[in-house]
């Protein structure tokens, strides 16, 4: 009875926040209440196992370090260079703004990379009067691709790499960066393709910003210095992390604190938490409640298990499937729970023979991490870009992403199967 109750309260949660009908927030946070309710689990066991506070904290913190450093005006410096070095053009500016996220989410985190960049680039769509709607699909799909070439680029790969010790960080580098280059550019050249008759900048426009004078949006009072110093080495702790052995929430709230510290003078800390986007945060929250639902009733354990059954022990069989069903599992719900339950059974496959594993493991990381383009609600870093979308009155319909993010997933997976075919498992065959 148990489980029935949980898979309704989970798939109505899950229909009513695919609608947009109310708000997502409320509509978590009620499912969430309701598996407490119901007593799919005790409050102690949900604030303890299943709400990822370390993921919270780390927005927490990176909120606080962004909200301070914006008022420096760095942002709006940033925004206006990168729109002049492409002159203003809409379609290569959807290609620099692609490219930069998803190389700071592979030498950051996708999280991270997306909330400092979002606001830039809601610098620029105001000067050239563009819809910001096609440059936030291209910040979602490319922080995940990104996200997808290291260890520390998204939270499935650090939760991959903490489990097997011999998948250090040059180790996925080595391994995903040559297929996520190949997908980053498909999906550009499909995406230009997609808006190339959609975004266009006036001259008057494009005029207007190549006159304007960077360096006059930087605000130089005796906060910049300071806030950005605390950034770069935060960032820098973030690059850092796998020399330093810090846990990067652990950097993050270090900095969000000294950078409060360093800017009292001139910015109240009031003032910064009344920017923090609370919505966002308790959505999480509420969404790691629903999950963990499902997990406590023991779906998500059920499903990984049945591999094992379905392929008996048959390796490249083994690959494609973990590499498929992990994707289009990751689009459904976050790919954070469905990782930490397949780690476990894959460590277990050594008991049916199979002594080299790292073929799936690599599934499993591309699989996650490639799949949280499929919908919103895929990856951490997707509800952060519609967090900050929505405060700027810019709402990201969950259907209208779907066209693409499914598309998107599809040709992803198929890339890598043959990615994975050719280069570990033919000699298996």
Same mark, same amino acid.
């Given at each position: 009875?148990?489980?029935?109750?949980?898979?309704?309260?989970?798939?109505?949660?899950?229909l009513i926040i695919i609608t947009d009908k109310i708000d997502r927030t409320l509509v978590a946070g009620m499912g969430g209440v309701l598996m407490l309710i119901v007593g799919v689990f005790d409050t102690e066991k949900a604030f303890i196992s299943y709400i990822d506070w370390n993921t919270i904290?780390?927005?927490?913190?990176?909120?606080?370090?962004?909200?301070?450093?914006s008022k420096t005006g760095i942002f709006e410096f940033v925004a206006i260079y990168i729109a002049k070095v492409v002159k203003g053009h809409a379609i290569p500016l959807l290609f620099m703004i692609s490219l930069v996220t998803a190389l700071g989410s592979a030498f950051l985190a996708n999280v991270t990379t997306v909330l400092l960049l979002v606001p830039i680039l809601f610098k620029i769509v105001r000067i050239l009067e563009v819809p910001a709607l096609p440059y936030l699909v291209g910040i979602i799909l490319s922080a995940n691709i990104g996200g997808t070439a290291t260890l520390i680029g998204d939270p499935p790969n650090m939760m991959i790499g903490q489990s097997v010790k011999h998948l250090t960080f040059n180790a996925f580098l080595l391994h995903l960066s040559p297929i996520t280059i190949l997908i980053f550019l498909t999906i550009m050249t499909g995406m230009i393709y997609l808006y190339r008759d959609r975004l266009y900048v006036s001259e008057a426009n494009r005029l207007r910003l190549l006159a304007l004078d960077p360096k006059q949006y930087i605000n130089k009072d005796s906060s910049l210095l300071p806030s950005?110093?605390?950034?770069?080495?935060? &960032?820098?702790?973030? #690059?850092?992390?796998?020399? +330093?052995?810090?846990?990067?929430?652990?950097?993050? $709230?270090? @900095?969000?604190?000294?950078?409060?510290?360093?800017?009292?003078?001139?910015?109240?800390?009031?003032? &910064?938490?009344?920017? #923090?986007?609370?919505?966002? +945060?308790?959505?999480?929250?509420?969404?790691?409640? $629903?999950? @963990?639902?499902?997990?406590?009733?023991?779906?998500i354990d059920e499903l990984a298990r049945s591999i094992i059954y379905y392929t008996?022990?048959?390796?490249?069989?083994?690959?494609?499937?973990?590499?498929?069903?992990?994707?289009?599992?990751?689009?459904?719900?976050?790919?954070?729970?469905?990782?930490?339950?397949?780690?476990?059974?894959?460590?277990e496959f050594k008991d049916y023979g199979m002594t080299n594993l790292d073929p799936l493991w690599w599934s499993l990381a591309l699989g996650a991490c490639l799949g949280g383009n499929g919908t919103l609600l895929g990856a951490s870093s997707n509800l952060v870009v519609v967090g900050l979308a929505l405060k700027e009155k810019v709402h990201i319909q969950f259907i209208d992403f779907l066209k693409i993010g499914i598309p998107v997933v599809f040709a992803s997976l198929i890339m890598c199967t043959i990615y994975i075919y050719f280069r570990y498992l033919l000699p298996f065959l």
């Open positions: 009875m148990i489980t029935v109750l949980t898979c309704i309260i989970f798939i109505v949660s899950y904290a780390l927005l927490f913190a990176m909120m606080i370090l962004v909200s301070v450093t950005l110093l605390v950034l770069f080495v935060t &960032i820098s702790g973030f #690059v850092l992390n796998p020399l +330093l052995h810090i846990e990067l929430t652990s950097i993050a $709230l270090a @900095g969000a604190v000294l950078i409060l510290l360093v800017t009292r003078e001139t910015i109240k800390t009031e003032d &910064i938490f009344k920017e #923090v986007d609370w919505a966002t +945060l308790f959505f999480f929250i509420g969404l790691f409640l $629903l999950v @963990g639902g499902i997990e406590e009733v023991g779906i008996e022990g048959d390796l490249p069989k083994t690959a494609i499937l973990i590499l498929w069903l992990t994707g289009i599992f990751s689009g459904i719900v976050d790919n954070i729970p469905f990782v930490a339950a397949m780690i476990p059974v894959i460590l």
